[in-house]
């Protein structure tokens, strides 16, 4: 057992520890008059279009115009995902935000049209209105009482836990600034309580309905309390009035999620099961017909996320067109979408095209250019990455680091970080030096070199095309 409780607590941390590629952005990294500072919260450089990027939040935000689209265009490692990343942590959890990779339509199991649709339903939110009986108050005591018969010696419960649960009984004290009351509690209740942690001195709101807990934060009364408290920790106000009240509660769930629902047998598990197949056409209308009749009553609100679609020049001339039709929807969102191609050909057709998208659908883009990176914005995102990776590095090897992603590129720069960290491990060292940098840039090779070695000894692998050689059936003989 002991050894199971090691394993499970080191995949925890595990999963706590992951770091991404584009986990160090927090934001756009602009100021209240949308001006992009040189390096704040995870961005650096591309000034121009970070600033384009937040006139696109502050219309996202507006949410009143639909149908907008948004072309991320730049040579590879110039920062288009991480902009894209930016936009979404700034809109916050309550703006929906999709994501997808033009080659993931055409390896499912959907139709390329009806896997777009589902990305687009994604990516629109509706905000859900209803008046709730609320109990709000302070926690001032919580006192359990557990029968006598559901304890054996030593008071180790004699019977399964949900027995004794069902057994339980207690009283809670709640308060607000203006009276006090005591309730009985039930066996659920007191489980509820007890999976949200709720103590004395907590503010906590109870749905009379469901039985829901929420616990809104500590009582700023009682914040003397502790000598210190987590980061994480809120002090609200004590609440003032009734204890009970009735109040608006909203839930924010997108189309796609209403779609699965109403559409499934087995209905809201197959959110978690991912199994949401070909949706009816019927079914769509009718569910926009439902929340059109919420939107005249009040009762909800439509909320236009974002959809970003990566790599999009692999989309082929059939989902352009559909994406054109699309846009035109009044409940549409914003559509962002990158490429790293320059002119190439259209999915599907004979045709040569700026980044692989027909012209039509071209002029409907604002299109946001991004550039390379200075050998300045270089050093200042490997200094950010060394910090995300927690590596401690000394200034000569950043130096030269950094040159290597001036010379080769910052996406190789960057994967050099962690292995130059285990490097420094292996000699006992707890500081990166060039020598750590040296040693893996030896082992591991960029595009340039991989590039130089495969051309001088392209012969001597397989299926090569040399030129000069026979061809046909005697290339084939020994």
Request: glycine share 8%; with cysteine; hydrophobic share 40%.
């Amino acid at each position: 057992m002991a050894e199971l409780k090691r394993l499970s607590e080191s995949r925890d941390l595990t999963r706590i520890e992951r770091i991404g590629a584009h986990s160090h952005i927090r934001g756009l990294g602009l100021d209240s008059s949308l001006e992009a500072r040189d390096a704040s919260e995870g961005m650096v450089g591309q000034l121009p279009a970070r600033r384009a990027a937040g006139l696109i939040l502050q219309l996202i935000r507006q949410g009143k115009i639909a149908g907008r689209a948004v072309l991320l265009a730049g040579q590879p490692g110039t920062g288009k995902t991480a902009l894209a990343m930016g936009i979404a942590k700034s809109l916050g959890a309550e703006t929906p935000f999709a994501s997808v990779a033009a080659s993931e339509l055409f390896s499912l199991d959907l139709s390329k049209t009806e896997a777009l649709t589902q990305a687009f339903r994604r990516a629109i939110g509706v905000r859900i209105k209803e008046e709730a009986e609320i109990i709000e108050g302070e926690v001032v005591e919580i006192s359990i009482d557990r029968p006598g018969s559901a304890l054996g010696a030593g008071g180790s419960s004699a019977t399964p836990s949900g027995v004794v649960a069902a057994g339980k009984t207690g009283r809670l004290t709640l308060k607000t600034t203006d009276m006090e009351t005591v309730y009985e509690l039930g066996g659920k209740m007191i489980e509820a309580l007890g999976k949200e942690k709720v103590q004395s001195g907590d503010v906590v709101a109870l749905d009379k309905a469901s039985g829901k807990v929420t616990k809104l934060g500590r009582s700023i009364g009682r914040s003397r309390d502790y000598d210190a408290v987590g980061p994480h920790t809120k002090f609200v106000k004590c609440p003032d009035g009734e204890l009970q009240k009735r109040k608006e509660v909203v839930h924010c769930v997108t189309l796609h999620e209403i779609d699965v629902i109403n559409s499934r047998t087995q209905g809201f598990l197959a959110l978690f099961t991912g199994d949401t197949g070909e949706i009816r056409a019927e079914v769509r209308e009718q569910i926009d017909t439902k929340v059109a009749e919420w939107r005249e009553e009040g009762k909800a609100e439509i909320v236009p996320g974002v959809l970003f679609i990566d790599e999009v020049h692999m989309l082929d001339i059939e989902c352009f067109s559909f994406l054109n039709r699309a846009l035109e929807n009044a409940m549409a969102p914003i559509l962002v979408i990158a490429t790293n191609r320059g002119i190439t050909s259209i999915r599907g057709t004979n045709y040569r095209s700026p980044h692989g998208i027909p012209p039509d659908f071209l002029d409907r883009l604002l299109i946001i250019m991004t550039q390379p990176y200075t050998e300045d914005d270089i050093r200042k995102i490997l200094d950010i990455r060394c910090d995300e990776e927690d590596v401690e590095m000394s200034a000569d090897a950043k130096v030269l680091l950094t040159k290597i992603g001036v010379e080769t590129s910052l996406r190789y720069a960057i994967h050099l970080i962690t292995s130059a960290a285990l490097a420094c491990q292996k000699r006992k060292g707890k500081v990166v030096e060039m020598e750590d940098i040296s040693r893996v840039y030896k082992l591991f090779l960029d595009v340039k070199r991989s590039t130089q070695y495969l051309m001088e000894y392209q012969s001597q692998y397989m299926f090569n095309e040399v030129p000069g050689e026979a061809d046909g059936d005697d290339a084939m003989q020994p």
